[in-house]
């Protein structure tokens, strides 16, 4: 009798813990039909202070992708924030500071393991959460010397960054051009801005709905620095000579409780293909999930 009781008690023990380790009934997959986001109040990540969650280097977030194991996820973005459970734990949640235009914010994270501990959904809440997105195009690329009018490279890039844009949530873009030092500030002015009415108006005509505009700033922001005039310099400077696209996200409620997978970072996955000429974030467009 006392066996038997016992062996109930660990049967029992058991399906709790892995219950605790398992909150958004997540399958086999490592997919949810229902994620459940614990409040903020509930995180063990603020160390007695008054902020909750952390301060996350993005760059280490937008190298996570589906596959990688609980040891690699750690080492990008630490212990997840919040208690899930002891045992057979498949779901880690986060909590990311960020500020946006001065105000401090907080994105949610979740990410879900399938039955062999690898990570396969990420989902963020609120929905679109820091979803700003900035896409750097150098200008050699796009442009023949001292010309504004797209190359044949150029026009496949700007289609490529055109089919991104489109799957984005984005309520407003800015084209911005930009120009290595050499020549004078009027030269590098008119340039910049004729490049950059050029991106604008192969974006609208590819289907780029979103309010666009095209500002130029010449040589006023160069990102490197190099002595000299001659070739060697010209090549040095190089990524000055570019064309910025700013891409606003659109901000989705925190009241409506919904999540999803459009945030500051995306699931990279090989399906969505983008030119090796733009830097930027890869962004799929997939449905949220509601939240309970």
């Known amino acids: 009798m006392k066996t038997s009781l016992k062996l109930t008690a660990l049967a029992t023990l058991a399906t709790l813990l892995t219950a605790c380790g398992n909150l958004s009934n997540v399958s086999d997959k490592g997919t949810t039909d229902n994620p459940i986001f614990p409040t903020?109040?509930?995180?063990?990540?603020?160390?007695?202070?008054?902020?909750?969650?952390?301060?996350?280097?993005?760059?280490?977030?937008?190298?996570?992708?589906?596959?990688?194991?609980?040891?690699?996820?750690?080492?990008?973005?630490?212990?997840?924030?919040?208690?899930?459970?002891l045992y057979g734990?498949?779901?880690?949640?986060?909590?990311?500071?960020?500020?946006?235009?001065?105000?401090?914010?907080?994105?949610?994270?979740?990410?879900?393991?399938?039955?062999?501990?690898?990570?396969?959904?990420?989902?963020?809440y609120p929905n679109g959460c820091h979803s700003d997105h900035t896409f750097n195009i150098n200008s050699d690329f796009l442009f023949d010397f001292d010309k504004d009018s797209l190359t044949a490279e150029g026009v496949r890039t700007v289609n490529a960054l055109a089919d991104k844009l489109k799957s984005l949530p984005v309520k407003s873009i800015v084209v911005e051009g930009h120009t290595d030092r050499m020549g004078t500030v009027e030269y590098n002015l008119d340039l910049s801005q004729r490049r950059a009415n050029t991106v604008k108006a192969e974006l609208q005509r590819l289907g780029v709905m979103t309010e666009l505009n095209a500002v130029?700033?010449?040589?006023?922001?160069?990102?490197?620095?190099?002595?000299?005039?001659?070739?060697?310099?010209?090549?040095?400077?190089?990524?000055?000579?570019?064309?910025?696209?700013?891409?606003?996200?659109?901000?989705?409620?925190?009241?409506?409780?919904?999540?999803g997978q459009i945030g500051p970072a995306p699931l990279y996955d090989d399906k969505y293909p983008y030119s090796p000429h733009i830097t930027g974030n890869p962004y799929p467009t997939i449905p949220a999930q509601n939240l309970q």
């Open 89 to 124: 734990v498949r779901e880690w949640d986060y909590a990311f500071n960020y500020r946006e235009n001065g105000v401090h914010k907080i994105c949610q994270y979740k990410i879900l393991f399938d039955k062999n501990m690898n990570a396969q959904t990420f989902l963020w």
């Open 216 to 259: 130029g700033y010449g040589k006023a922001n160069q990102v490197k620095h190099c002595d000299g005039n001659d070739q060697v310099a010209k090549d040095c400077l190089r990524p000055n000579r570019r064309v910025m696209v700013k891409a606003q996200g659109v901000e989705m409620n925190a009241s409506e409780k919904v999540a």
């Open 40 to 85: 903020l109040e509930q995180t063990k990540f603020n160390h007695d202070g008054t902020q909750v969650g952390s301060w996350v280097n993005w760059d280490n977030v937008r190298q996570i992708e589906r596959g990688m194991n609980k040891d690699q996820l750690y080492n990008l973005i630490g212990r997840p924030h919040f208690s899930e459970g």
